[in-house]
């Protein structure tokens, strides 16, 4: 009898997953096989378990995974930065697997591959059935951009590699220098949170962080925010406040991590002249957001978006990682309360109730 993998499958019915066993795979060329050994959970991922966010089922929901190769057929393999793979390799990987030869991917964006492939999202077909984290393995897709990690950092912060960190990577970049620039941040999730400190780590010059959350405002003051904003933008004292602190400087970068189109007006609001408003949060439906165009071209903005990153944002997500893990407190942004591969479903209910930016589930034997 072949080894099983044990996953919680999400089939649709919202808040409820079941408990499977799964044959491991026979693997192809270009695949390999992780015993995962950690996951947290996503807001996305309780979107969809909770029926918010629409998706193809039966699937394996999560994608924020750490783990060992166990199965690796290929006799050499590299990372995609070059290092040689082995049984045993601690490792993580790209949210979606790149086909590298369709118009998009040649572009230089694979996160839009025509025949993308993303972890955590897909419906289980009879050869990849084993492409979540909620599961005691992960069966890595041909495409797939694999890193190897040093084993010396907290797993639960290697977990959130290839989502949050990448992503605030991907957005640090297509915002340009940020060196001396005065920089907004919209949002203080895991997203806002990460981009204050890499701000910070990158020298800017002032860094403001408007959030509704007083706990999690407090906390951007630690990562290294400057001016913590806890009223709406629109208010007259807070536009005044702000011009004061900046010393009628102009606002220079605008990250916007909520995706609320309020927030999204805003931006446009405070962006001055030369500035880039990239926006982040924007990944479900919404209305509309009317701006005017000639204040676009009058102030030479740039307004850029992001979703998910490339291959090599996550290759600086791990750097960025590296330098900073003992340096700020980033064992406050997760829950104290951890779970294992028996109660997924039990984590998923308390993650929809906490106010910490993620909840582990800890897959390990």
């Known amino acids: 009898m072949s080894e099983k993998a044990t996953a919680w499958v999400f089939s649709g019915i919202r808040n409820t997953l079941d408990c499977r066993e799964i044959e491991l795979p026979k693997l192809g060329e270009g695949e390999i096989l992780v015993k995962n050994l950690t996951c947290s959970i996503c807001k996305s991922d309780l979107h969809t378990f909770s029926g918010t966010r629409p998706g193809p089922v039966p699937t394996i929901l999560g994608h924020e995974i750490v783990g060992k190769i166990v199965d690796l057929p290929d006799k050499c393999v590299l990372d995609f930065t070059g290092q040689r793979l082995n049984t045993g390799d601690l490792i993580t990987w790209t949210i979606m697997a790149s086909c590298g030869e369709c118009s998009y991917c040649k572009r230089g964006i694979p996160q ?96 403001l962080v408007c959030e509704k959350d007083q706990k999690r405002l407090d906390l951007t003051k630690e990562f290294g925010a400057d001016l913590c904003i806890s009223e709406s933008l629109q208010e007259t004292s807070v536009k005044t406040g702000v011009s004061e602190f900046l010393q009628n400087e102009p606002v220079d970068i605008i990250f916007e991590m909520t995706g609320s189109n309020e927030m999204v007006k805003n931006a446009f609001e405070y962006a001055g002249t030369g500035a880039s408003i990239i926006l982040v949060g924007s990944v479900f439906p919404v209305d509309n957001v009317e701006v005017n165009p000639e204040k676009i071209v009058r102030k030479l903005l740039q307004i850029k978006g992001i979703h998910n990153y490339t291959p090599e944002d996550l290759a600086s997500a791990i750097e960025i990682l590296k330098q900073t893990h003992q340096k700020y407190p980033l064992e406050k942004l997760f829950d104290d309360r951890c779970f294992n591969l028996n109660n997924v479903d039990l984590a998923l209910e308390h993650a929809a109730q906490s106010s910490s930016h993620r909840v582990i589930i800890d897959l390990m034997d």
Request: a positive charge; glycine letters at 10%; charged letters at 20%.
């Open 112 to 207: 839009k591959c025509r025949l993308l492939k993303k972890y955590g999202h897909e419906k289980l077909d009879e050869h990849f059935q084993l492409t979540g984290g909620f599961s005691s393995h992960t069966h890595l897709y041909p495409g797939t951009a694999t890193f190897k990690l040093p084993a010396d950092i907290d797993q639960r912060l290697l977990a959130g590699l290839n989502c949050s960190w990448a992503t605030v990577m991907a957005a640090i970049r297509s915002a340009g220098t940020i060196e001396g620039k005065n920089v907004l941040i919209t949002g203080a999730g895991m997203l806002g949170i990460l981009a204050v400190m890499v701000c910070r780590e990158l020298d800017a010059a002032k860094i």
